[in-house]
């Protein structure tokens, strides 16, 4: 299959930034693609272009491009980084080629009249397809949230930890759903009651006036308790935000790593926890290693920002048991044959595969497509109080409504 034309524009993500949206047309065949941004985002991750300077490579890049017949994604996403020459994609940026990418997809399962998840499946030979679960960004803190708003004594009066997730323990995101809207209702008035206000972060998660890290937990807890809701936790600490000269700052307290492995530790004891995400910075992997050691049999450590869908990184925490679960961000490695090989490493080490979505999102539908196609053990979204988010939630629904996929 030849390409005809790509048509590349700047769209705003969630957040009002701008990001990019491709549309390639290959003969009676045409499909696009928006890619998200990131906020706290991992040292190893694809290179990012500036939308404008990636408008100015579409000329040549078409031109490279017309004169190839691709049979498959992977051809297309090879030759994307044969011309991109660089080991970050810092020539034709991550976020272009993964738009290209994306899109390029799309048209093959055009052509070969699939499913979008069914062609994903193929490609990366997942036989057995399943719902994920689905990861609920309910409560904020963090980068997430906008800590000029409120301080005390010079210091940022709000959760140090950047999420945490309700994750309702079905595989049927219609249930989900349907757990995350009541549980949503529940907790604004809980907020509302207890601080007078609910504000909301980055990505529509509420956000606490409070600096303890255990405050998330405890709001959380009550709601699932007090209304016998079907749910877990998850905790998404963003740890590599608050990392300061080997040591961490949370809500104004230095603790070093220790300690932190022991205010991690007891967390299973005094809550329905199910995941912990990026709980070290990016390079503690030490930290890793310790907390996988002392509760990875009861919980998913889960790597991001450590491991940043890169294949040397899977590797390396497998090598040191590091963690024993991963974030798949398709933006974070810049092409889906390169997110599909990451994910598929993951899995042949037995790890828990979670794929997710950026804080500067769109209403690109696509990963949760991508994580049906993985056999994905979780869908992580956001709060779908914002559009950007529910689209993907919607997505699954409607997968679920039209195949015949275990829930």
């Given at each position: 299959m030849?390409?005809?034309?790509?048509r590349?524009?700047?769209?705003?993500?969630?957040?009002?930034?701008?990001?990019?949206?491709?549309?390639?047309k290959a003969g009676e065949f045409e499909a696009f693609a928006?890619?998200?941004?990131?906020?706290?985002?991992?040292?190893?991750?694809?290179?990012?272009?500036?939308?404008?300077?990636?408008?100015?490579?579409?000329?040549?890049?078409?031109?490279?491009?017309?004169?190839?017949?691709?049979?498959?994604?992977?051809?297309?996403?090879?030759?994307?980084?044969?011309?991109?020459?660089?080991?970050?994609?810092?020539?034709?940026?991550?976020?272009l080629m993964l738009a290209l990418s994306m899109a390029f997809a799309r048209i093959l399962a055009k052509i070969g009249n699939m499913e979008l998840f069914e062609f994903l499946a193929k490609i990366s030979g997942t036989k057995e397809l399943k719902l994920p679960f689905c990861f609920f960004n309910l409560i904020e803190g963090g980068v997430h949230v906008d800590s000029t708003l409120s301080e005390v004594e010079g210091l940022p009066f709000n959760l140090p930890f950047q999420e945490y997730l309700l994750i309702p323990q079905t595989n049927s995101p219609k249930k989900s759903l349907g757990t995350v809207r009541k549980a949503i209702d529940l907790l604004r008035e809980k907020v509302q009651g207890k601080y007078g206000s609910a504000d909301q972060g980055d990505e529509g998660g509420f956000s606490l006036p409070s600096n303890d890290p255990q405050e998330g937990f405890r709001v959380l807890q009550e709601v699932i308790n007090e209304n016998s809701l079907?749910?877990?936790?998850g905790l998404d600490a963003a740890a590599s935000t608050f990392y300061q000269n080997g040591s961490y700052n949370i809500g104004g307290k230095i603790m070093s790593r220790d300690d932190l492995v022991s205010f991690y530790q007891l967390l299973p004891n005094n809550y329905q926890l199910l995941s912990l995400e990026d709980v070290f910075d990016q390079e503690d992997w030490d930290g890793f290693s310790k907390i996988m050691q002392l509760i990875g049999n009861k919980v998913w450590i889960i790597g991001d920002d450590l491991l940043t869908t890169n294949i040397s990184r899977i590797k390396k925490a497998q090598e040191i048991n590091a963690a024993n679960a991963i974030i798949i961000k398709p933006n974070q490695i810049g092409t889906i044959t390169e997110t599909i090989q990451a994910a598929n490493l993951a899995k042949s080490f037995g790890w828990k595969i979670i794929v997710s979505h950026r804080s500067g999102e769109t209403m690109d539908s696509f990963i949760a497509d991508l994580a049906v196609g993985l056999g994905a053990d979780g869908l992580k979204s956001g709060c779908p109080l914002q559009k950007e988010r529910l689209v993907k939630y919607e997505r699954l629904v409607e997968i679920e409504k039209k195949s015949k996929l275990k829930n």
């Open positions: 030849k390409i005809d034309d790509i590349l524009e700047i769209i705003n993500d969630s957040r009002g930034q701008n990001t990019l949206e491709t549309t390639i928006s890619v998200p941004s990131g906020k706290s985002t991992g040292a190893a991750e694809a290179a990012v272009l500036p939308p404008d300077l990636a408008l100015k490579k579409i000329p040549w890049l078409l031109l490279q491009l017309k004169g190839h017949q691709f049979a498959s994604l992977e051809q297309f996403d090879s030759l994307l980084i044969a011309l991109d020459g660089t080991s970050d994609k810092s020539n034709l940026g991550g976020n079907n749910g877990k936790i």
